[in-house]
Each structure stands twice: as structure tokens, then as C-alpha cells.
């Protein structure tokens, strides 16, 4: 009899803890935050990483699993980290980014990111920030599907992370300081990379560049992430077409091409076959800029490697977009749907309670100190942000007043041709750290309008704790009378981070469901630096479910 009860004790706990080892899992992690000398393009420098790796390490999860970074800073800046399109339900405090969700983490400290990936499968990334500290301190999040759920797509042989960055001779810290000592724009990149490798470039022949290595006949799903600082990036392989089948961890309808464009924050999985004889073809991140801006034009370069293919023989070429070729951002951009299938819906706001729109520009403020006594900045609506000495969050949490106003403008409070050739002559903004307020669950409809101020130019935006359903995008002034009737409401595709036409407007679309203080910002670092970013405070809801959860006790203090 005792037995037969020990039998049936084991049995029940071996059934309470299935759950656990099966469905969810608790993830550690340990970031030590370190420099280590790098040496790219023939040169060598310091650089701040995540346990001494550039790019920094993968995080691997699965759908649901809670992750648990502890992040211990051993440099001399402070450091926040920032874990890109991760919902962060209830958990605002580990989002990341310094004076909105916490205060940063301060030399010789440290914080343990706690998160749950609630209903989340895909390729994420993380990455540093605060300051510049973000070129080299960055890493992907890899979030497989809960076991025994397949890919809504042919099962891949192996994966590849590719990320692809920007890379500086000098340090980026001192380059965006002296910037803004001099109230002009920052130096561009030396080169672009694709996993850390500039590849051969014409100062440094010498230097290796990235091999993927490949198996004829076999398929393999690249997780593609861009973390430049500054730059839209063309991605291309020789003699390859890609399948694209998941954007921003949401899965897509299947879109077959030859070239993708990716805006920085954003990321691509796509699936190559390797269906070509044995030899190696050149792999290609080139930038993508259709205004009339300075850019690093060194094309990054790998190789697609197959296996048994001798080292001398000859890399395929392939033929680059121009760098302004915006009829193929265009196509390619217009072409994603969401998959929108029984399993992963769609589900895209009908009602709306809130119609927003925002325009996005360049500007110019006074400063005596300043090379040609004023600056220049960037603003939403024409507000130029300005950061707070503690963290928005706690500010809203604990009530704590003359920290931000909650009066963000819905709409500019100038009205004028927003992309026309006769732009204001004031280029002035106003400046503050102004909140737009949402009840929970209430919905959102934002229009965010490019201008000409001082130059058009496309700007991702990439808005913190929540998806969003790019709705509609388009050429010149939103008109809302006749453009709000060609919106995509069936099978819109979802993102995190989404580009802004230069000279023209996107439309989005997104319930409030996530409580906190969540920012929005362009992930152009310039274009944030200078003030380009605002943020929303999500009230509770009704109960503990849909209500802000506590701080943490080792909360970072300002």
C-alpha cells in the first residue's frame, strides 16, 4: 500500500512539473558588460561589449518561457539594455531604455531583467540603450515556438543569425559628443558589417569577411536583424532568391524575392534554399537612402560558402540597387501581408478611440555655444523632446509630479504642406518632456507624416511594448478622406518598428493592452539623439491582470 501511494506521489509530481519543463522554462542569462580591443578595418580600438563577443551574445528562448538577464556593468558609462519588441506585459520595468523605464545601470552595478515572451515567437534583438553605446553593444533574441508547434512554413535543416551593423574607426561616444558640442550632424560610418566583418574593403583588403557556410540541397532560415546605427540597409546573396516569411516575430504570407530592405530596429527571417552547384557567392548589405543625405557607401560583404567548394575558386557576383533605389524599398515594403491564418490571426483594430497624427521632421534651435550659434534638432509635431532625470515610469508609478506633462499635441498645431518645396521659414521647435495619455485597451489610430523640413527623409519608427498593423502608406500628404479608404484592415502586416516614406506618411493601427509608460522613437540614433521621440502612458486596467506590476527591489537609482 505504501508503495502504491509513493507510486501515485511521483506520478503527481512528475504531472505538476510537466508544465514546466514542457510549456514555460526560466531562461538565465549573465551579461558581464566589458571592453575589449577589436580589431576591423585594419585598426584597432576599444569597444564596449557583452562578455567580451562582438556582436554580443544570442539569447535563446521559447514562446512563453520567462528570461532572466542579470546585466553587471564593469565600463565606465552607464548602461541600460533594451530587449527590441519584446511586449513586456505588466513588466515596463525591464524594457529597457534609460530615463523612460528605469534609471541606468550605473558603473560597478548591476540588474537582473526579468521578462516573460508571452505569445511571442521569432527573431527579436537586444541592444544598449543609452548614448551610442548601441554600434557595438547588441545581440540577437531568438525565440523558437513552443515545442512540438511547427513553423507555419517548410521546416529549415539549420538556422543563421545575420546581423547586420555599422562600424567606426573612431569612438562612436567621442564622435556623437563632439556632434553635439558643434550643433552639426555626426561623422557617417566607416563600413558597414554582416556579423561583426566589414568583409574585403578597398582600405583593408587583407581582412576576412563573414562565411555562411551551406549544404547543397538544403534549406536554412536566416534570421536577419539590422542594428546600424544611422542606416537602411539592401540585403542580397548572388544567384539566390529568399523567401521572406516572418517580419518583427510575426509571420507573413510567403513573398519570394531577390532583394530585401531592412530599416534599422527592424528584422527579417527569410528562408534560402541552396539550390546552386558547388562555389561561393558574394553576400551584400548596401545602403538604402533616397534623400539627399551623407552615408557610409561601403557595401558589407560575406560569403555563402558550400560545403566542398575549394578556397580559390571564384566568388559569384551579383548587381546592387543604387543606393537611392526607391522603387524597390517601395515594392518589396508594400508587398509584406501579415500571414493572418486560423492560428496567427490578424487581429487589426476596427473602432477607434483614438486618431492621431504625427508629423516627423528636422529642425533648428539656437545655441550661442554652437558652430554657427544654433543646432540642429528633431522633433514630433514639432516637439522636441527632452529626457528626465528619473525615469518616466516611476514618475508615473509612484505620482510623481513635475517630471513630464501628460498634453502631448493629437495632431501639429500648424497645418500646412507638410511635403511641399515652400516649407515654414521658422524652423524653431518647442521643447518638453510631453506624454500622450490612452486608457487600457482603448485603440489607436497613428498617422505619422514625413515633412521637408530641412531635407524629407525616411524614418523608422519603433514604438516600445506593443506590435502595431501598418494599415496604410503612401506619397506626399495624408488626405484622410481619400486615403483612409484604401487602408488594409484584413491582412495588414504587423510590426514593432516601421518606416516613414521620405516625403510621404504611414498609417498604423494598435490596442492600448499593455500597461506602463512606453516610448516611441525614430531608430535613426541621430534623429533620437536630437529629439525625435515622444512617449505613451498606458493607465490600469481593471485588476491585478491588467495593471502595471510593482518595481523590482534591485530597480536601477538615478
Not at 525565440?143 to 567606426?168: C, D, M, Q, R
Not at 516649407?423 to 500622450?436: D, I
Request: proline share 7%.
Amino acid at each position: 500500500m505504501a508503495i502504491i501511494m509513493w507510486i501515485r506521489l511521483i506520478l503527481l509530481l512528475s504531472a505538476c512539473m510537466l508544465p514546466l519543463s514542457v510549456e514555460a522554462m526560466v531562461r538565465h542569462y549573465k551579461f558581464n558588460v566589458v571592453v575589449k580591443n577589436v580589431t576591423r578595418l585594419c585598426s584597432t580600438k576599444p569597444i564596449v561589449t557583452v562578455n567580451g563577443k562582438f556582436p554580443g551574445p544570442t539569447i535563446y528562448a521559447r514562446e512563453d518561457d520567462t528570461v532572466l538577464v542579470k546585466v553587471v556593468n564593469h565600463v565606465k558609462y552607464n548602461v541600460s539594455i533594451h530587449w527590441h519588441g519584446v511586449r513586456q506585459l505588466r513588466t515596463g520595468w525591464a524594457d529597457g531604455p534609460a530615463y523612460i523605464t528605469q534609471c541606468p545601470i550605473q558603473p560597478g552595478h548591476e540588474f537582473v531583467y526579468n521578462f516573460t515572451l508571452t505569445g511571442q515567437r521569432g527573431t527579436l534583438w537586444w541592444h544598449a540603450h543609452i548614448l551610442w553605446l548601441r554600434s557595438t553593444l547588441h545581440g540577437a533574441l531568438v525565440i523558437l515556438p513552443k515545442l512540438g508547434v511547427p513553423y507555419p512554413f517548410p521546416k529549415p535543416n539549420a538556422e543563421k543569425v545575420i546581423l547586420l551593423s555599422e562600424w567606426w574607426k573612431s569612438d562612436t561616444e567621442a564622435i556623437i559628443k563632439e556632434a553635439l558640442k558643434s550643433g552639426l550632424a555626426p561623422n557617417v560610418s566607416d563600413a558597414h558589417t554582416i556579423n561583426g566583418h566589414p568583409g574585403s574593403v578597398q582600405q583593408c583588403a587583407s581582412q576576412g569577411g563573414y562565411k555562411l557556410q551551406v549544404h547543397a540541397g538544403n534549406t536554412y532560415l536566416l534570421r536577419i536583424i539590422n542594428a546600424a546605427l544611422n542606416e537602411e540597409l539592401f540585403f542580397k546573396i548572388a544567384g539566390h532568391e529568399l523567401t521572406v516569411v516572418e517580419v518583427d516575430a510575426v509571420y507573413t504570407k510567403p513573398l519570394k524575392t531577390d532583394t530585401i530592405v531592412i530599416a534599422p530596429g527592424q528584422t527579417t527571417n527569410v528562408l534560402l534554399k541552396a539550390n546552386r552547384a558547388t562555389g561561393k557567392y558574394l553576400v551584400a548589405a548596401t545602403p538604402f537612402m533616397d534623400s539627399p543625405i551623407a552615408v557610409d557607401n561601403v557595401t558589407a560583404t560575406a560569403t555563402l560558402h558550400y560545403a566542398g567548394s575549394l578556397s580559390s575558386t571564384i566568388t559569384t557576383l551579383t548587381s546592387l540597387p543604387p543606393k537611392n533605389a526607391t522603387p524597390v524599398a517601395t515594392t518589396f515594403t508594400d508587398s509584406l501581408r501579415s500571414l493572418n491564418s486560423k492560428n496567427y490571426p490578424a487581429r487589426v483594430p476596427t473602432k477607434v478611440d483614438h486618431s492621431l497624427f504625427f508629423t516627423v521632421s528636422l529642425g533648428v534651435n539656437p545655441c550661442p555655444t554652437c558652430v554657427n550659434g544654433s543646432r540642429v534638432v528633431a522633433a514630433i509635431n514639432n516637439v522636441t523632446f527632452v529626457m528626465p532625470k528619473v525615469s518616466l515610469l516611476q514618475a508615473h508609478f509612484f505620482n510623481i509630479s513635475g517630471v513630464f506633462t501628460d498634453d502631448f499635441p493629437r495632431k501639429p498645431s500648424v497645418v500646412y504642406d507638410f511635403t511641399g518645396t515652400q516649407q515654414p521659414a521658422n524652423l524653431r521647435t518647442n521643447r518638453g518632456t510631453r506624454l500622450y495619455r490612452l486608457a487600457y485597451n482603448s485603440t489607436v489610430q497613428l498617422v505619422l507624416q514625413d515633412t521637408g523640413m530641412i531635407t524629407p527623409e525616411n524614418h523608422p519608427i519603433h514604438l516600445h511594448g506593443f506590435n502595431f498593423f501598418v494599415v496604410g502608406r503612401g506619397q506626399g500628404n495624408f488626405n484622410p478622406k481619400r486615403d483612409t479608404k484604401k487602408f488594409n484592415l484584413v491582412d495588414p502586416v504587423e510590426r514593432n518598428t516601421v518606416g516613414v516614406p521620405s516625403g510621404g506618411w504611414t498609417a498604423i493601427r494598435f490596442r492600448a493592452d499593455n500597461p506602463g509608460v512606453w516610448f516611441m522613437h525614430c531608430h535613426l540614433e541621430i534623429h533620437t539623439t536630437w529629439g525625435l521621440k515622444m512617449a505613451f502612458v498606458v493607465d490600469n486596467g481593471e485588476g491585478p491582470n491588467e495593471s502595471l506590476l510593482p518595481p523590482p527591489s534591485d530597480l536601477p537609482k538615478c
